[in-house]
T-cell receptor, first 113, second 114 residues
Framework: AQSVSQHNHHVILSEAASLELGCNYS??????LFWYVQYPGQHLQLLLK??????LVKGIKGFEAEFIKSKFSFNLRKPSVQWSDTAEYFC???????????FGSGTRLSIRP | DADVTQTPRNRITKTGKRIMLECSQT?????MYWYRQDPGLGLRLIYY???????NKGEISDGYSVSRQAQAKFSLSLESAIPNQTALYFC?????????????FGPGTRLTVL
């Protein structure tokens, strides 16, 4: 079955630390990949997306993600986190053969000021 | 501005009551979705619709029903609410043609069933 895994459920970092959140998806042909962020008390907002082309994609607020096809991965990175990055982060995959998006279970990021 | 709106934003109800959550969008998207969010479980799809009169079950449709009254409106009903339906509910829209199924979310409805 098509699935998305986020192995880190809760990540705690200090400000200025580097961030990498893992996302792996099951094989299913051509994919569209997304990272969404949910700030406390708010709805999900798109951080970045990959459809085709350069596998390194840049999003808002200094985030980037790299699509590694051979590893079925789309990890999210940020070189230096800020307290305002405290949020929950969701990876999502849309398979071209399917009609809906599948979301990972989310990673809660806590930043110590 | 184009937007996805949900009403109500918060609702407290009792076991056995029927309730309806409303979603409206001005994005002109043809696809609409209902998700529920529970801590540690991410978003789970309840129902989705690709057009008026098109209704599809998601992974957790039991205990829920939906109605797509118009392209811009998609409502979710709990026929007889139970406490384990306490959750945060999100409506979303997408347009496969233009944005590769990127989802645009409403602000959410926090539902508590006592």
């Amino acid at each position: 079955a098509q699935s998305v895994s986020q192995h880190n459920h809760h990540v705690i970092l200090s400000e200025a630390a580097s961030l990498e959140l893992g996302c792996n998806y099951s094989y299913g042909g051509t994919v569209n990949l997304f990272w969404y962020v949910q700030y406390p008390g708010q709805h999900l907002q798109l951080l970045l997306k990959y459809f085709s082309g350069d596998p390194l994609v840049k999003g808002i607020k200094g985030f980037e993600a790299e699509f590694i096809k051979s590893k079925f991965s789309f990890n999210l990175r940020k070189p230096s986190v800020q307290w305002s990055d405290t949020a929950e982060y969701f990876c999502a995959v849309s398979y071209s053969s399917a009609s809906k998006i599948i979301f990972g279970s989310g990673t809660r990021l806590s930043i110590r000021p | 501005d184009a937007d996805v709106t949900q009403t109500p934003r918060n609702r407290i109800t009792k076991t056995g009551k029927r309730i309806m959550l409303e979603c409206s969008q001005t994005k002109g998207h043809d696809r609409m979705y209902w998700y529920r969010q529970d801590p540690g479980l991410g978003l789970r799809l309840i129902y989705y619709s690709f057009d008026v009169k098109d209704i599809n079950k998601g992974e957790i449709s039991d205990g829920y029903s939906v109605s797509r009254q118009a392209q811009a409106k998609f409502s979710l009903s709990l026929e007889s609410a139970i406490p384990n339906q306490t959750a945060l509910y999100f409506c979303a829209t997408s347009d496969l043609r233009g944005t590769h199924n990127e989802q645009f979310f409403g602000p959410g409805t926090r539902l508590t069933v006592l």
